[in-house]
DNA sequence: TATTGTTATACTCTATAACTATA
DNA sequence: TATAGTTATAGAGTATAACAATA
């Protein structure tokens, strides 16, 4: 049962550098929040990369579903091509997925008709990924497509803006 | 059933810039991987991002285990934190969740006695949130905890480095 | 004995529909 | 009529255990 309550209190949007005190709130406060402060998470790299990805996922949902893929179709699709033979063994271990999970993926690329599996050279029990033409000529256009949504999306950086914030992110996660 | 093949074929490291070029790959070729080229990927701005995020959340997962609180837990108690009072449904526009799987969390917060609901003092359908005492104690330790990660993982980074990729990471977000 | 690819399965995260009480 | 919070549930994503074939 909302008591009906006094007064809306003003939020002073003004200096609040994002500190760790242990403020302790009266506890009889009755506050109401009109814009909410993230300073303090915006502070963290962390989150600002989670933001980012997210960001990028997004328009790259709506411009990859023209081809059905989604980003993670993608880069494995990017990735066949680029080494064409790679097993799934090296596929999962260069994606950061696990065996059992990237088994369906294969099988759709298959009914396709985008990805043949071929005996490894090297080894009988490993089996090599290759795209069919079909394959190749998808993944040339989706790739030019995320090429243009690369620009789209760092359309506020500079081109040398843009090459920091890659080594910067690589600095993070190499 | 795999033929025992020929021979391993040497991928060259040497130069391929990320291109988008539809190379048909000759159908008789056996090759194998040996070293996995990521270098189209490494390209683009929500892989990096992605790749860097999950690599921060590795060491978030491992030093605020001790709290019992994953990254959504610490991102929604510290806006609370920072805005106590704010309601669910700002929460969830803050954090980018839907309002039934905020639900739960609150409980467990509740349950764990870091948090209180109280009326809204505008709108007596809502509840503002507030940390309780053990709460704001727990949050000032992880938020400190959080500042020091911070220092980890970009150890890599100078202090001006740090800002510029929060600035630009920003820049592709907001 | 270890590894590749696979199946089955469980667990978590995220999303949708519908309800209630208040506005 | 619209919104805040809630429930139930469906779906996607991610994880573990165990197996056959091969190394």
Redesign the interface.
């Known amino acids: ?3 009906p ?4 209190a003003r ?1 002073p949007k003004a200096s ?1 550098p994002a500190d ?6 009266p506890p009889d ?5 009109e814009r ?22 997004d328009v ?1 949902l709506e411009r990859m579903a023209v081809y059905a893929l989604r ?1 993670v179709d993608f ?1 494995a699709l ?2 066949i091509r ?6 799934s063994r ?2 999962c ?2 994606l ?1 997925i696990l065996p059992p999970n990237l088994v369906g993926m294969i099988h759709r690329f298959e009914k396709r008709g985008l990805l043949m599996r ?7 029990r490993a ?2 990924l ?2 069919t ?1 079909p394959g ?2 998808l993944m ?1 256009q989706a ?2 497509t ?2 243009e949504l ?1 620009k789209d ?2 359309q ?2 500079t081109e040398r ?2 090459k ?3 080594t ?6 190499l």
Request: with cysteine; hydrophobic share 40%; charged share 15%.
């Open positions: 049962m909302p008591t309550a006094t007064a809306a939020r609040r760790t005190t242990p403020v302790t709130l406060t009755p506050l109401a929040i909410v402060d993230s300073r303090f998470l915006e502070s963290l790299i962390g989150y600002n990369a989670r933001r980012a990805a997210l960001a990028v996922i790259f980003p880069s990017s990735l680029h080494n064409p033979g790679i097993t090296q596929l271990g260069a950061g071929r005996p490894h050279p090297l080894d009988g089996q090599g290759h795209l033409d190749q000529a040339a790739e030019c995320a090429t690369e999306v760092s506020r950086l803006e843009r920091t914030l890659m910067l992110l690589q600095k993070i996660y």
